[in-house]
């Protein structure tokens, strides 16, 4: 017995190839040119509302900040600060830093600025100006010069205040230190130093709730800091001439005492000068230091011509190369050794020119040594001379020596005596002048800081800057709204538009169809009441016992049924020469709205008078008899099970023209049964019956019957929910994307047409209804 084949088999063979030479599997979409100012204005369009309401908040924050803060004025007096005091006295120490050194120009400033701020100087100012804390609050002017905000803050805080228990005070061992103490740092938390930029000038500030008190305080601290840097310099006049005075009677003493040690010395010695006679000795040993200094020099270079005698290097002694009558001898001998070998190789000795020519030769070497030994004598008898001549230079630089120290030994304890004696009058000498200068300086009492302008009441509060304060927190809400609002982009995986869902999986998007329930809700405008008025001219069957999600429920000119004419249209010009006849919808997950989708697509399909076809493939959970409300009954998984022929698996619906296989009984198999020859067959069979053909199936992530059915259909439409995720219809894109399978393209399904990405693909209709309505 032969075995038959399974009727649940995958079909295996490659599709035959498309008639038509274009299809939109081919369509490319332009690479994504990155984020453009239009992507970031609609964003900012989506997110307006919290742009808004964060900008609101922190303008209202900022707002009670500014009406709940004292008011401050802040009054400011000039001080020239010169870096050299006035030279009243013509010999007056100039201490100031030069005027090209910029750096010490930059750290005198900088030590006077802190000088401003420092405490001690605050610390005069208070004691001159007889000022306590209380009068630096304000009092009860700055009271009243509260705004109504900050007047009811303090009044709920001082009933809160109120309904809590008092607690004890501690009571302070020292408060007068502390209320001192206090006062300073209140004072210092209100002073501000500041410079003018590029001059001598500095402005001395202070803030406080009353203008009066402001300009009193700053008057007050320039000049207290002009008198404090006169009495800091009087004060180091006093100190310099205190110390001036104990020094003078030091030296006076150290004059004293070395003025007597030279008259005792001078008496012991019987020294009365030692000028002239100290000259002569020591110019004769300079003399005689300079003829030794000669001697040893000639009695080195002879010393160096005797040890090259002695080597028997003569010919290396300079009286030898520059001696004539050796340099002919030389010559002659030259010339006679060559006319010797020239003759000897001609003839034998005892030929008689040659042995004339060999006795003259020796002659003019006898002649030639001779006159070299009379050199070698006369250079060795110089050597002994200047031997000589050295040590009797030496010795009488040794006696001379002995009387010039003689005389020295003397003479430097004398000229030690009279130099400590000439210093120390001279010490005393400037000592003394130094204390009249100082003296006379300490009764000029001149400064180099002048105050230039006094401080003035202002008429406005400088703190706080409203208009600045308001336009800041006015910035920061719109950053932060903007901030905020990339933010939860950033965080939103879903699509935002058919064209960042064309760019992301790079299929073209053919329709986009708003979501059913939002169109009647508050919110919409003319769409909500063109929507009403078209559903109040629907038959009341229609209006009453129909299913929403139809076509068929919603007027013939509303949004619904345009939004799946445009699916309509866009099919059928998807491919060159004639559009795809079956056609399977599918979605990545459950619950995106393909089975609607499917329904309506041939619902619209149909109103063109063709025969159309919608087969629910998807036999796990089928829906499709249930929107069109036909009876499920037998369907196809009897059919491709061999159980009914297809004549029976298809039944009549409501639409004129529109035909439903059902899903029919539950199966266990249902992959085996849509991935078998049966279903490709039932398929090619239908598509000689019927104009256009619909397959509903499972979604693709969840099972692999939509990948199946896929590779025997003629194109693929994935239907995407605007609030699924990007990354799942990639996916699902990535597992239809096999060389079996065409994907038409995507419908964007249930998007909110509130939205700023996708109102202008419906804007052109409502304002062509709405002209059209007013017009009427």
């Known amino acids: 017995m032969t075995q038959q084949p399974s009727p649940y088999f995958f079909r295996r063979v490659p599709p035959q190839p498309p008639e038509e030479p274009i299809d939109l599997q081919e369509y490319t979409v332009a690479e994504d040119q990155g984020t453009t100012l239009e992507d970031y204005w609609r964003l900012v369009k989506r997110y307006r509302w919290l742009i808004l309401a964060c900008t609101f908040a922190v303008l209202v924050a900022a707002a009670l900040y500014t009406f709940t803060r004292t008011p401050l004025y802040t009054a400011r007096a000039t001080l020239l600060i010169e870096r050299k005091p006035p030279r009243v006295l013509k010999n007056q120490q100039d201490t100031s830093v030069e005027s090209g050194d910029y750096y010490g120009a930059m750290e005198y400033y900088k030590t006077q600025y802190e000088i401003l701020k420092s405490r001690d100087l605050a610390a005069v100012a208070l004691r001159e100006g007889a000022l306590t804390n209380g009068d630096l609050s304000g009092g009860k002017e700055a009271d009243s010069k509260k705004g109504l905000v900050a007047d009811l803050w303090g009044a709920a805080m001082d009933w809160f205040e109120s309904l809590m228990p008092a607690a004890p005070k501690p009571k302070s061992s020292e408060p007068a230190s502390v209320d001192v103490k206090s006062a300073i740092g209140t004072y210092i938390s209100m002073l501000e130093i500041k410079p003018v930029q590029g001059t001598s000038l500095v402005r001395v500030g202070f803030s406080t709730p009353d203008p009066a008190l402001s300009a009193r305080l700053a008057n007050t601290h320039a000049s207290a800091y002009v008198r404090y840097g006169l009495e800091l310099r009087s004060q180091t006049n006093e100190e310099a ?91 002659e001998i030259g010339r006679l050794e060559n006319e010797r070998i020239h003759l000897s190789k001609e003839f034998k000795p005892g030929y008689p020119p040659l042995d004339k020519i060999n006795a003259q030769l020796e002659n003019s070497r006898r002649r030639m040594l001779a006159e070299i030994q009379s050199e070698i004598k006369t250079i060795e008898s110089a050597y002994q001379a200047a031997v000589t001549r050295e040590q009797e230079l030496r010795a009488r630089m040794q006696e001379q020596k002995k009387a010039t120290l003689n005389l020295k030994d003397s003479a430097v304890q004398y000229a030690i005596l009279a130099r400590e004696v000439d210093t120390n009058r001279q010490l005393y000498d400037s000592v003394l002048q130094r204390m009249k200068e100082m003296g ?63 760019r992301y999986i790079q299929l073209p998007n053919l329709a986009v169809v708003p979501d059913f329930s939002l169109l009647n809700k508050p919110g919409y405008g003319y769409v909500s009441r063109l929507v009403n008025r078209a559903a109040s001219e629907l038959p009341a069957a229609i209006d009453g016992d129909s299913n929403k999600q139809l076509v068929l429920a919603h007027h013939p000119l509303s949004v619904v049924v345009e939004a799946y004419r445009m699916l309509r249209s866009s099919l059928l010009l998807s491919r060159a020469g004639e559009p795809p006849h079956i056609v399977l919808i599918t979605s990545a997950t459950r619950g995106e ?61 409501a639409a004129d023209g529109l035909f439903l296989m059902s899903s029919g009984a539950a199966c266990p198999n249902p992959a085996e049964l849509l991935g078998s020859k049966k279903m490709n ?96």
């Open 440 to 502: 006379v300086a300490a009764e000029v009492r001149t400064s180099n800081v002048y105050l230039m302008d006094k401080a003035e009441p202002p008429a406005a509060p400088s703190y706080p800057n409203t208009r600045r304060t308001l336009l800041l927190g006015l910035l920061l809400g719109l950053a932060g709204g903007v901030g905020l609002a990339f933010l939860l982009e950033r965080l939103d995986n879903t699509f935002k538009g058919p064209e960042e869902v064309e």
């Open 593 to 653: 709205g393909k089975t609607t989708t499917l329904i309506n697509t041939a619902i619209v399909f149909a109103q063109m008078g063709v025969r159309t076809l919608v087969i629910d493939a998807d036999l796990r959970r089928p829906r499709c008899h249930k929107v069109l409300e036909v009876e499920n009954g037998v369907g196809l998984s009897e059919l491709l099970a061999g159980q009914i022929d297809v004549q029976k698996a298809i039944k009549p619906t």
């Open 241 to 331: 001439l205190e110390f001036l005075q104990k020094k003078l009677l030091e030296l006076k003493e150290r004059v004293e005492k070395s003025e007597a040690a030279l008259n005792s010395y001078r008496r012991d010695k019987g020294i009365i000068s030692l000028d002239d006679k100290e000259n002569i000795i020591l110019d004769r040993l300079v003399d005689l230091n300079k003829r030794l200094t000669a001697a040893e020099a000639d009695r080195i270079g002879l010393e160096a011509q005797v040890r090259i005698i002695r080597r028997g290097n003569y010919d290396a002694l300079p009286v030898v190369a520059n001696n004539s009558i050796i340099q002919g001898l030389r010559n």
């Open 681 to 776: 067959e039932t398929l090619l069979l239908l598509k000689e019956q019927y104009d256009y053909i619909f397959v509903d199936s499972s979604p693709v992530m969840a099972v692999s019957d939509a990948v199946m059915l896929s590779t025997m259909v003629e194109g693929v439409l994935l239907v995407v929910d605007g609030k699924t995720s990007k990354t799942l219809v990639r996916e699902a894109r990535a597992r239809l994307s096999n060389p079996y399978t065409k994907i038409l393209g995507v419908l964007l399904n249930r998007v909110d047409t509130r939205n700023g990405d996708y109102a202008s693909y419906y804007r052109h209709y409502y304002h062509y209804y709405h002209d059209d309505d007013q017009m009427t």
